[in-house]
């Protein structure tokens, strides 16, 4: 499809930074229109792909990610507070940065929604701030699989429930894992763990 071709909610354009969002980002076109609206945006976006794309190969699903957090995160921040986007005190590798404790499992959703709001107030890098905030998820799997013995020994009925073929039990001992390290381990890694030590013991 030729750039000229592209249509944004219905009209024809030749944006070129509009035709690149859709066309090699992938973007939907929804999103893209949303994005250079403001040509201070579309740039910032293209400044924080270009640091992730230093280190990154998977430049449409980077793309995605980032469009989520500048047109979500980052847009009802700047709304609250009234600020423009040239304003802000996050730099575009301190978003990769975000991103990448996220991806690496250090950082959940929702404590990244916690840290980015952070990072917006204050300028500190997300890894800085998840450190002072004692947010970072626990991914030692050693640690992890010791709080796991620990559980399956203090809680045999959820454990017996569990390999009699009641699967929903393993819930509640996850929560036991994440409440004895006060929701810092992985969760998807202690899913995980939990019920390869419980199928051995089928």
């Known amino acids: 499809m030729l750039a000229q071709e592209i249509k944004i909610r219905g009209e024809p354009t030749a944006d070129p930074q509009k035709c690149r969002f859709v066309l090699e980002y992938g973007l939907t076109e929804d999103d893209a229109n949303l994005l250079t609206m403001s040509k201070q945006t579309a740039d ?10 230093k ?3 998977d430049g449409i699903e980077l793309a995605k990610s980032v469009s989520n957090w500048v047109l979500g ?16 005190k996050i730099k575009p590798q301190q978003f990769i940065d975000m991103l990448k404790l996220i991806d690496d499992g250090t950082l959940n959703n929702s404590m990244a929604k916690v840290v980015f ?3 917006f107030n204050s300028g500190k890098s997300a890894g800085e701030i998840a450190e002072s905030m004692g947010m970072s998820q626990i ?4 640690f992890i699989h010791s709080v796991i013995k620990d559980v399956i020994f203090e809680n045999p009925k959820p454990v017996q429930d569990y390999i009699k073929g009641k699967e929903t039990a393993v819930k509640f001992l996850v929560g036991q894992v994440m409440k004895t390290t006060r929701g810092t381990a992985n ?14 013991m089928k």
């Open 73 to 88: 995160e980052l847009s009802r921040l700047i709304n609250q507070t009234g600020y423009v986007i040239t304003d802000i």
């Open 139 to 142: 991914s030692d799997l050693d």
């Open 187 to 200: 969760p998807m890694i202690v899913t995980e763990l939990l019920g390869k030590e419980m199928d051995a």
């Open 117 to 119: 709001e952070e990072m």
């Open 55 to 57: 280190t990154r190969d």
């Open 44 to 53: 910032f976006f293209e400044h924080i792909l270009e640091c992730g794309l």
